[in-house]
């Protein structure tokens, strides 16, 4: 079946390092890709998504690109804040499927 | 606006009892999920309804779970003679239901359920 993968955590990182957290995917067909981030004492929300192959999504100076060739989501920011210490779920979507499937989550956190 | 909201936060029981659990989605909101975290996993689909039909319930991992949305709006999640391994985090979700590459699914805070 459908399954996400993701780098292991936790990851900690110094204010303005470079992020890249690992996203790969075992899909049939063309599905949807997201990234959802879990604040500490918030729930689940959507960061960004990419609907079809070399789509880039980005949302607060975080990108990712679908790359079909690699099976890949890459989420990536090129100077992290203290504010991004969270826990980062990527996960898919088979077309027709209302359902997400979810990766195991890395959690990030970012010193001052 | 008011997002998806769960009742309760945490509910503690104990092993063989029955547990409900409440999710009112965001209002207009066709489309709602459920979802279960354990420890250290990311959320696992549970059931997704359109209006008041359960559309796809595969992941229901048994008979003793059974969710509910009679009116189109508030969902109940019902667990029968509750055993240790369903102690988890139980998310619910709502959207427009036009399609997840269209429509965001917005999450609630969840309800952590300790079976004892």
């Known amino acids: 079946g459908d399954s996400v993968t993701q780098m292991e955590g936790p990851v900690t990182l110094s204010e303005e390092a470079f992020l890249t957290i690992n996203c790969t995917y075992t899909?049939?067909?063309?599905?949807?890709l997201f990234w959802y981030v879990q604040y500490p004492g918030e729930g689940l929300q959507l960061l960004l998504k990419?609907?079809?192959?070399?789509d880039k999504g980005s949302n607060k100076g975080f990108e990712a690109t679908y790359r079909k060739e690699t099976t890949s989501f890459h989420l990536e920011k090129g100077s992290v804040q203290v504010s991004d210490s969270a826990v980062y779920f990527c996960?898919?979507?088979?077309?027709?499927?209302?359902?997400?499937?979810f990766g195991k989550g890395t959690k990030l956190t970012v010193n001052p | 606006g008011a997002g998806v909201s769960q009742t309760p936060s945490n509910k503690v029981t104990e092993k063989g009892k029955y547990v409900e659990l409440r999710c009112d989605p965001i209002?207009?909101?066709?489309?709602l999920y459920w979802y279960r975290q354990s420890l250290g996993q990311g959320p696992e689909f549970l059931i997704y309804?359109?209006?008041?039909?359960?559309?796809?319930d595969s992941g229901l991992p048994n008979d003793r779970f059974f969710a509910v949305r009679p009116e189109g709006s508030v969902s109940t999640l019902k667990i029968q003679r509750t055993e240790r391994g369903d102690s988890a985090v139980y998310l619910c979700?709502?959207?427009?239901?036009?399609?997840?590459?269209?429509?965001?699914?917005?999450f609630g805070p969840g309800t952590r359920l300790t079976v004892l």
């Open positions: 996960a898919l979507s088979q077309g027709g499927s209302e359902k997400l499937v």
């Open positions: 990419a609907t079809k192959a070399d």
């Open positions: 979700a709502s959207s427009y239901g036009r399609g997840v590459g269209t429509d965001t699914q917005y």
């Open positions: 899909a049939t067909g063309y599905p949807s």
């Open positions: 309804f359109q209006g008041t039909g359960a559309a796809d």
């Open positions: 209002s207009g909101h066709t489309a």
